[in-house]
């Protein structure tokens, strides 16, 4: 017996494979990682502030311009200097002429694209119509009528583009086509 008794004592310092030893994180690195989250945030607000301001001092800026050139404008119309006011008119007029004319034949070219798929008939009954509401009439008569769905349950066509009879099949080729004849055989039920 005392055999078994020396056999039977177990070592309990084993341990077990399945448990993995927990790893202890350091209470500094879980405060620093909230420190920098926390000065991460702190410049983010400070940058959105500093943006806000950018823009608001911006904006104010536009009006401020936009204010001085009515008043100067002003004053010389009060001053009958009428030449100098039309000549600075009429620069900025040529500088904005190309920007202009570009436009324009941007817009007289989709219009044509979009008259372009009406019939003739069509095309003389709504040419005259503005730009938005040509596209709408566009969009509601020729969009939908691309985009038509089948609504029957008939096969498309590729199954059988030649339209060979199954039994005419060289041996290869109607083992290759097995599903789609069976498929054909039992939609004639």
Request: aromatic share 4%; net charge negative; no cysteine.
């Amino acid at each position: 017996m005392s055999e078994i008794e020396t056999e039977g004592t177990v070592d309990k310092t084993l341990s077990n494979p399945v448990q993995e030893p927990a790893q202890e994180v350091a209470p500094d690195s879980q405060n620093e990682n909230n420190q920098s989250s926390t000065e991460v945030g702190e410049l983010i607000a400070e940058s959105k502030k500093y943006r806000n301001r950018a823009q608001t001092a911006e904006s104010k800026l536009a009006k401020f311009e936009k204010k001085a050139q009515t008043e100067r404008e002003n004053q010389m119309a009060a001053q009958n200097k009428w030449q100098e006011l039309a000549e600075e008119r009429g620069s900025k007029l040529k500088e904005q002429e190309p920007v202009i004319e570009a436009a324009m034949a941007e817009i007289k070219t989709y219009r044509e694209e979009l008259l372009a798929a009406f019939s003739e008939e069509d095309k003389e009954a709504f040419g005259d119509l503005t730009l938005p509401q040509l596209k709408a009439l566009h969009s509601k008569l020729i969009d939908e009528t691309s985009t038509v769905v089948s609504t029957d349950g008939t096969p498309a066509r590729s199954l059988n583009p030649e339209n060979k009879n199954w039994t005419e099949l060289p041996a290869g080729e109607r083992r290759e086509n097995w599903a789609s004849i069976l498929d054909s055989y039992r939609a004639k039920k």
